[in-house]
């Protein structure tokens, strides 16, 4: 269990509880009132969640420096901890994504324990042929599943293959491959060939997926490399998905297009054909920037749901994309930060819910453009933070979860047992 108990939450509640009847009571009035069941949304509010990154809890940094804080985790397990303490608070995140080699124990089982023992499970493996690892024989300095060399490719072949194995051991059912593959130089590198090769690798490695798993591909635009990226956008993800076969989905991470791009047509479209495998949640001003979910456009986050509601409304129950949470945490405790992503994700899901689609769709065949535009953004306006609330307190969590986490003293608590770590060095995690 989490070192925060549900007596020390339901205590922390108590001063709120007063507060949060007024404002749901208000609030399941007003959905009443405009047609709508505020008891199902709730318990379709309950039912929503997104998974945490293993790499999310530490202190992330950028290209110039990582300024570390108290209490940072020392190993997976510690990573765990945190992200316990995440799903204890906010109820919205039971799963975690785990990252390898970073997360790499010797005993699997052990640690799949351990993740149970914070309530935990695993969700989708990533794979990592961004980096030269210690010991490892060939480098990916000039690529890994695209490199020019067949040594290097089998070698990231089988480091894919790998995660796929430990994963069967963690009972996860996804494999998220991003590579950094791709050219810096004009003419450095084949863009025809990469690509080809690219779907070589990604077919060895698919051919050793079990059934009931699916190899969610990422697509991103730079970064590693600044001229070309073997897999730039969602053109080249659904060609090689399609490629690939069923068990292969794209998977969009909100971070990795161009500013101005329509992230929630993508999504419409990668779901109109099967190939919607799931998110990477974060915000962005610029480029991969990873902030926090709806920090900068909660009003996308919105109409990415509301792409997501439409699908499901079309498809049905089958129609189930991963949800993972991809964010890089500069200037703030993480597990603050990811307990309000997690929120504001939970958030635009819900207020996605709110829009009533058969009025919708009879305004856009009308060609009643204001009236749609109208309906769609009901939703957006509507502020559902009792709603949500209401689902976190049922469901055993925290009504205030950043403040009841500050009271808790959690972080000086583990900060004592964790040795600090040392600032100045670079990195992503
Ligand atoms: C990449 C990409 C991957 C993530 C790494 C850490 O930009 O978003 O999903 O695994 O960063
Ligand atoms: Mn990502
Ligand atoms: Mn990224």
Redesign the pocket.
């Known amino acids: 269990m989490s070192a925060i108990t549900a007596d020390f939450i339901a205590d922390q509640n108590r001063s709120r509880l007063a507060a949060h009847r007024e404002d749901f009571d208000a609030l399941a009035r007003q959905l009443a009132r405009r047609g709508l069941n505020p008891e199902a949304l709730v318990k379709d509010a309950t039912a929503f969640a997104v998974a945490v990154?293993s790499?999310g809890v530490g202190t992330g940094g950028t290209r110039f420096a990582r300024f570390p804080g108290p209490g940072e985790p020392r190993h997976v397990f510690d990573k765990l901890a945190d992200c316990g303490v995440i799903n204890t608070l906010t109820r919205l995140t039971p799963t975690v994504s785990p990252?390898f080699p970073w997360d790499k124990v010797k005993d699997y089982a052990e640690l799949r324990a351990a993740a149970k023992s914070h309530g935990l499970t695993f969700d989708a493996v990533?794979s990592?042929t961004?980096q030269d690892q210690a010991g490892q024989p060939l480098s990916y300095k000039f690529g890994s599943l695209t490199h020019t060399d067949k040594a290097v490719r089998e070698q990231a072949i089988a480091h894919n293959v790998e995660c796929v194995e430990i994963g069967r051991a963690l009972g996860s059912k996804a494999l998220?491959v991003?590579i950094?593959d791709g050219s810096n130089f004009a003419g450095q590198s084949s863009l025809a060939r990469a690509f080809d090769r690219y779907l070589e690798s990604a077919a060895a490695i698919y051919r050793t997926l079990p059934d009931d798993w699916r190899m969610l591909l990422?697509h991103?635009l730079f970064?590693p490399a600044f001229y070309s990226t073997v897999i730039s956008d969602w053109g080249s993800n659904y060609l090689a998905a399609q490629h690939l076969g069923p068990k292969a989905q794209c998977?969009v991470?909100l971070?990795?297009h161009a500013p101005t791009v329509n992230i929630e047509q993508i999504v419409a479209r990668l779901a109109r054909f099967g190939k919607l495998g799931g998110f990477?949640f974060?915000d962005s001003k610029y480029g991969?920037d990873?902030l926090d979910a709806a920090s900068v456009s909660p009003f996308r986050l919105y109409l990415v749901f509301h792409e997501l509601a439409e699908a499901k409304r079309a498809i049905g129950p089958s129609f189930a994309p991963a949800y993972l949470i991809?964010q890089?945490h500069n200037v703030t405790d993480p597990i603050e930060s990811l307990m309000q992503s997690a929120i504001e994700i939970a958030r635009a899901h819900a207020q996605a819910q709110l829009v009533d689609a058969a009025a919708l769709a009879a305004a856009q065949e009308a060609n009643d453009a204001l009236t749609a535009h109208r309906l769609l953004k009901a939703g957006f306006l509507t502020d559902v933070s009792p709603l949500i609330a209401e689902a976190r307190l049922r469901a055993g969590g925290a009504l205030d979860p950043i403040a009841t986490y500050r009271a808790s003293g959690y972080r000086a608590a583990v900060a004592r047992e964790r040795p600090a770590v040392a600032a100045g060095s670079a990195g992503?995690?």
Do not use: A, C
């Open positions: 990154p790499w990252h990533n990592n961004f998220s991003w950094g990422e991103k970064e998977l991470d971070g990795h990477h974060n991969d990873d991809d890089s992503i995690v």
